[in-house]
């Protein structure tokens, strides 16, 4: 039923990249999804890891030149360059983890990331797995440390 709704909106939207968090699919299974979404679409993914994770982020080559990625199990950044344009951007995926250590961890690598790449404009998006208000939670433990 998702794959429907994602070949629907990706149909009706005409999307040149599209973060997916959560995947919990193997890389045969993206395949087959990044075939069946109606548009050709190129990709690059992180295999989920027993009940958490999976990242993909699928760009269509004919509007985006893929120019190199770095990945991790929280995030995928992808430098693009959009077709007819100089300027080139930093694309992030991100599914952030729980714990507050392993997430300080990948806000440090995010940053010194975008440092790499100073004149790239950046694009954040994805699960941050953070709130503002304590009061705004709408699941999980709430704790106050």
């Not at 992180?46 to 760009?59: F, I, Q, R, S, Y």
């Not at 990331?113 to 950046?122: E, G, I, S, V, W």
Request: overall charge positive.
């Amino acid at each position: 039923m998702k794959q429907r709704l994602l070949r629907k909106k990706v149909t009706s939207e005409k999307p040149d990249m599209i973060f997916l968090q959560g995947t919990k699919c193997s890389s045969q299974k993206m395949k087959g999804i990044s075939r069946n979404l109606g548009k050709r679409m190129e990709y690059i993914e992180v295999e989920w890891n027993g009940m958490e994770g999976g990242l993909a982020t699928l760009w269509d080559p004919h509007a985006l030149h893929f120019i190199m990625a770095e990945a991790s199990r929280w995030f995928i950044s992808l430098e693009m360059k959009i077709i007819g344009d100089s300027n080139t951007c930093l694309c992030t995926n991100i599914y952030s983890p729980q714990r507050l250590e392993d997430k300080l961890v990948m806000l440090d690598r995010l940053s010194k990331m975008q440092h790499r790449y100073p004149t790239a404009k950046a694009i954040y998006g994805g699960d941050f797995n953070m709130i503002t208000l304590l009061t705004k939670n709408k699941g999980g433990v709430k704790i106050l440390n």
